[in-house]
């Protein structure tokens, strides 16, 4: 009965009275009065929980929320509601905007961020056609259409160069260039671009006709090989072939199986899975493991293991833009490591000792001199302020003195990113 109390208790306070005569239980309606004299079946469930006890009290405290909303946003866009009841949120109520135009928004399209007036938005037809127009006129165009067809209809139109082109008005609004063919994108254009520049590569267009800058085109390349590049993907600076750049597939297979080979291993996998889904592959050494195709062409090895055994690379690389320097170690082959620093940015190599299996070492002596210098890394535990280069140069060509061997002084770096800051 304690839920039958606190419901009584609940409607007298939002100022109603229960009408049924009997309790019924949570989950059954009850009749009740609300303060305005309205009847409705409420749940004491719903009550209790926070509801109201009032679906006319409700809608009509929603409406005038709604309408109070509408009435201080149109205010605040400078206009004028000439509607004097309301109609509900839906419903367009007559208005007038800032500059005077009489036009009829939607409440609920106001609430959402639209404004109050389509002739100011560029909507009215009228206004639409006036902007084409001038837009037309200050590039020197002439409109050959007889009436206005629409915001997003084609337009039948002389260009200033004398070109017969169809823009659309809308995209004319939003900054579009009226004419393709001015502007270096009419379809003939970009056929014969495309076609010139299978040439200069040394292929031939083999497809008969046009299909669009976005539909691949049968080629064959200066090697023979036939494959069908995008005309927009030639046009960005790619390739024709992608035998020739080492992206077809049963090239890359290939690739992969003869690294593998030389490597000593086995290729375990039946098919071929793609150049970027590992591979099963048996090692020289009989380890099984899963290396990426691409990794070992990069020159990543076959065997995690063997690898994890080796540590017989050190190199030193910087940033000269961020004037960061690192010192790390890897195991043999060591491009696809350094390739994952210049992506980092750190694309100048300045020392690289392959086949020394004391690189853990010198690494840890590293690590001590920059501790011994006060010199504290700026990010992880190697990458250190530009200027401890000179520490970190001078411990390594002493060590590799000591040991009988000299290390590059000038190894090969990567295009710089621009000026050092």
């Not at 009740?32 to 079946?41: I, M, N, Y």
């Not at 023979?224 to 035998?243: E, N």
């Not at 992969?256 to 030389?262: H, I, L």
């Amino acid at each position: 009965m304690r839920a039958e109390a606190r419901f009584r208790a609940r409607v007298a306070d939002l100022g109603g009275e229960v009408l049924e005569t009997e309790w019924l239980g949570t989950r059954k309606p009850h009749r009740v009065r609300c303060g305005a004299g309205h009847e409705h079946a409420s749940y004491p469930t719903n009550v209790l929980a926070g509801k109201g006890i009032c679906r006319t009290c409700a809608h009509r405290a929603r409406s005038q929320e709604a309408e109070a909303a509408f009435r201080q946003r149109v205010t605040e866009l400078g206009g004028v509601v000439l509607e004097e009841g309301w109609l509900g949120n839906h419903v367009p109520h007559r208005a007038r905007c800032v500059d005077g135009h009489a036009c009829a928004p939607r409440p609920s399209k106001v609430q959402q961020g639209e404004g109050i007036c389509s002739t100011c938005a560029g909507n009215n037809k009228e206004v639409a056609e006036g902007a084409f127009r001038d837009a037309l006129a200050t590039v020197g165009a002439s409109l050959l259409e007889p009436v206005y067809l629409g915001a997003n209809e084609p337009h039948r139109v002389r260009c200033a160069g004398g070109h017969e082109c169809r823009p659309r008005p809308a995209l004319v609004r939003r900054g579009a260039a009226i004419c393709q063919t001015c502007t270096g994108r009419d379809p003939k254009i970009v056929e014969a671009r495309f076609r010139s520049r299978v040439a200069e590569l040394g292929g031939i267009v083999l497809e008969p006709q046009w299909l669009g800058a976005t539909t691949p085109h049968r080629v064959r390349c200066a090697q023979g090989h036939v494959s069908a590049p995008w005309p927009s993907s030639v046009g960005q600076g790619r390739g024709i072939c992608r035998v020739c750049a080492g992206r077809d597939p049963r090239t890359a297979e290939a690739a992969f199986r003869t690294r593998v080979a030389e490597l000593g291993g086995t290729v375990l996998e039946p098919e071929w899975l793609g150049n970027h889904t590992p591979h099963q592959v048996r090692c020289a050494k009989g380890h099984t493991g899963t290396p990426t195709p691409s990794n070992v062409r990069a020159g990543c090895g076959i065997c995690r293991i063997c690898a994890g055994k080796a540590w017989d690379v050190f190199y030193v690389v910087t940033d000269d833009v961020d004037e960061v320097v690192k010192f790390g170690i890897t195991s043999g082959d060591p491009r696809l490591r350094l390739s994952h620093h210049e992506r980092d940015g750190l694309d100048r190599i300045v020392r690289l000792l392959e086949g020394n299996p004391e690189a853990r070492r010198l690494e840890t002596l590293c690590i001590a001199a920059m501790r011994d210098a006060g010199e504290k890394p700026v990010r992880g535990r190697e990458y250190f302020h530009i200027r401890a280069l000179g520490t970190i140069l001078d411990l390594v060509d002493g060590w590799a003195e000591a040991s009988g061997g000299t290390a590059p002084r000038s190894a090969p770096t990567a295009p710089a990113r621009g000026p050092a800051r």
